[in-house]
């Protein structure tokens, strides 16, 4: 394929442009919703085009994509564009994950189920057992707090005014704003979910996940930090205004080769720094 057409544009899309589509088209395909999506020049085709007029692209999964001209017709192109799946139904794509399930969030690796962690009275990662099926239930927040990703019961969709949302491989990156990625996670199916980069704030309490750390803020500053990887099972993390607070939740971590555990927690805040983590 020619990198350029015969009017000299070339084939690749400014990014800028491309999150204009994105956000105009839901962050799917028009067609069937699929969250892994290419480009699509329709008004007018890529050969014709003087230019990457956002107006005129859309988005297409793979497999329609290659539909286009076959039983895909241009006006078939045209009003999906026009009604985009993901702007009236929400919804995105399937997460399928199944037993044991285990969630790493930065160095902090979650086994097992219930809520992991509740953010005010509602769950931002749970995981439900039904019928021996697993459901995975979560919300993100960004660094002002706004929702950007919803997981309900497996199924994913990206809130409306979210900045952008791309899907590259198995990897979903949430931006709330240029430059600033306020979520990156992979599903890695179908055992495992690496939350690699989450920034969240809720009140006065933030959430932070990197690849090398795991910390909760509340209002004096760190509450719970480790740059050390940690097992967490049994409870979960719950996030008021008041800040961040660990029910039941036991922390094992690898030391002179047995895993120990560092505390068993009530609703108190734990510095685990003080415990050696740092
Ligand atoms: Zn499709």
């Not at 799917?28 to 290419?38: H, L, T």
């Not at 329609?64 to 009003?79: A, R």
Request: aromatic share 10%.
């Amino acid at each position: 394929m020619s990198e350029h057409n015969r009017h000299g544009l070339p084939r690749s899309i400014p990014e800028p442009r491309k999150r204009l589509v994105r956000q105009r088209c839901g962050f799917g395909c028009v067609v069937c919703g699929s969250a892994v999506i290419q480009y699509h020049h329709f008004s007018p085709a890529f050969s014709e085009a003087k230019d990457h007029d956002p107006e005129g692209i859309t988005l297409l999964c793979g497999t329609h994509h290659q539909e286009v001209g076959n039983w895909l017709s241009d006006q078939d192109v045209i009003k999906h564009n026009a009604a985009p799946y993901c702007q009236s139904k929400d919804a995105h794509r399937l997460v399928r994950v199944q037993a044991p399930l285990y969630v790493i969030a930065g160095t902090a690796i979650f086994f097992g189920t219930g809520d992991l962690i509740t953010v005010g009275s509602e769950p931002a990662l749970k995981i439900v057992v039904e019928e021996g099926r697993l459901l995975l239930n979560a919300t993100f927040f960004d660094d002002a707090g706004r929702p950007t990703i919803k997981i309900v019961d497996n199924e994913l969709s990206i809130c409306r005014d979210t900045w952008d949302a791309q899907f590259v491989g198995k990897q979903a990156i949430v931006r709330e704003s240029a430059g600033r990625i306020s979520l990156r996670f992979s599903v890695i199916a179908p055992n495992c979910i690496y939350f690699e980069h989450l920034d969240f704030a809720f009140g006065t309490s933030r959430v932070v996940f990197r690849p090398d750390r795991f910390e909760l803020w509340n209002r004096n500053g760190l509450a719970v930090g480790n740059s050390n990887f940690v097992l967490c099972s049994g409870g979960g993390i719950f996030i008021d205004e008041s800040g961040p607070k660990l029910r039941n939740l036991r922390f094992l971590t690898y030391s002179s080769d047995r895993f120990v555990e560092l505390a068993k927690t009530g609703q108190v805040q734990l510095l685990l720094s003080e415990l050696g983590m740092h």
